[in-house]
């Protein structure tokens, strides 16, 4: 029965792939709602009507989005900035969806592609209502890629021309085996290629690894309207697992909200220093993980990396502080930099 499980998961994914493919046709382009990025971050609000999007996006921002009391009041992409430790962090405020979001039921598949494009997911629930939306909303994304608080399975895959499938471990899998590994392949047509798994990773992760264009993406579930709910049942929902509960209507908790979502964000800050003087620590420069030297020229003058020198690099990212570094050094959180020119 594994092997048969595994073989209809993987069958199962490929239809579902199928299905939502007229999606990728040249006819739906310009799905999304085409809002510019801009700004350091992007953070999509997704949730069911009246859960208080709009309501949160006017509190947040200086942005106003109408909210009122009946269903589907947002019909479009509003974007409003947070100003935060000096990053400017983007929030879209989206329509409600409902379950069959991602068949394209209402305006789901625009707004799930929008969702797709963000640093973080905010998933806003409305806290009188239940578990059965928080279920009914990761589905929907789960069904087209999107991977929620989940990382990338640590699995080196890749297909090859001839030899057949080599497979590997260097930790005891519990959940799949060769022949299954086998079988999956062969439902997608690959009789030739390397495996290893790295990692204990179930059938479902494999097949997203195989698949590929999975989005793997950071999700705060926030439970709104705790004005109307026990406290009893406010403890319960903030101990649940990537939980934040908030009151939008009596602005409780707004504050504890930002420091997880820059949390979740894991934005990189980095320091400037001119040669001779004190690191500037009052303004950042703010980037995205995995940025390197070159990003931080970029972000300084458009003209500074065809000057480049070399930069000198204090902080985590470095073994020696400081130490010589060229244009593709990765930086990490609150390094400092010094770049000298040719
Ligand atoms: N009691 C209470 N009501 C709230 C709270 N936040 C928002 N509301 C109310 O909930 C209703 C819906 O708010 P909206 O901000 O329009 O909700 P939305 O999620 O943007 O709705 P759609 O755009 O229709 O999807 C409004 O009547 C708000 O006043 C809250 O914290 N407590
Ligand atoms: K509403
Ligand atoms: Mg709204």
Not at 62 to 78: G, P, Q, R, V, W
Not at 221 to 236: F, G, L, P, T
Request: glycine share 8%.
């Amino acid at each position: 029965t594994e092997y048969h499980l595994g073989l209809l998961k993987a069958k199962l994914a490929k239809y579902r792939a199928q299905l939502l493919e007229p999606s990728k046709s040249p006819a739906a382009k310009g799905e999304g709602f085409d809002v510019m990025k801009s700004g350091d971050a992007r953070v999509a609000l997704i949730g069911f009507p009246s859960v208080g999007k709009s309501t949160f996006l006017s509190l947040m921002t200086s942005t106003a989005s109408e909210a009122a009391s009946y269903e589907f009041t947002t019909l479009t992409c509003i974007p409003g900035v947070i100003e935060y430790k000096g990053a400017n962090i983007q929030l879209l405020d989206l329509p409600g969806i409902i379950e069959g979001a991602a068949q394209g039921k209402g305006r789901g598949r625009q707004v799930i592609a929008v969702a797709r494009t963000a640093d973080v997911v905010i998933m806003m629930l409305d806290a009188t209502k239940g578990e059965v939306q928080r279920a009914l909303l990761e589905k929907e994304l789960e069904s087209v890629g999107i991977r929620l608080n989940k990382s990338k399975p640590n699995i080196y895959f890749k297909p090859k021309k001839g030899g057949g499938i080599s497979f590997n471990s260097t930790v005891t899998l519990t959940q799949c085996s060769e022949k299954l590994v086998q079988l999956i392949l062969h439902e997608y047509k690959i009789f030739n290629a390397e495996v290893l798994f790295r990692e204990d990773c179930s059938p479902d992760e494999f097949i997203d690894v195989i698949v590929g264009n999975r989005v793997y993406m950071p999700c705060l579930y926030v439970y709104n309207k705790i004005d109307q709910i026990s406290m009893e049942e406010v403890d319960r929902l903030a101990r649940r697992p990537h939980s934040v509960v908030i009151s939008c209507g009596m602005k409780l908790n707004l504050d504890y909200l930002l420091e997880k979502l820059w949390e979740y964000l894991a934005l990189t800050c980095i320091y400037t220093k001119k040669r001779g003087q004190r690191p500037d620590f009052t303004d950042a420069i703010i980037l995205r993980k995995g940025a390197s030297v070159e990003h931080v020229c970029h972000r300084i003058h458009r003209s500074l990396a065809s000057q480049f020198k070399y930069a000198l690099v204090w902080g985590t990212s470095t073994k020696y502080s400081p130490q010589r570094v060229g244009l593709t050094h990765m930086m990490e959180h609150e390094d400092v930099i010094q770049i000298v020119k040719k």
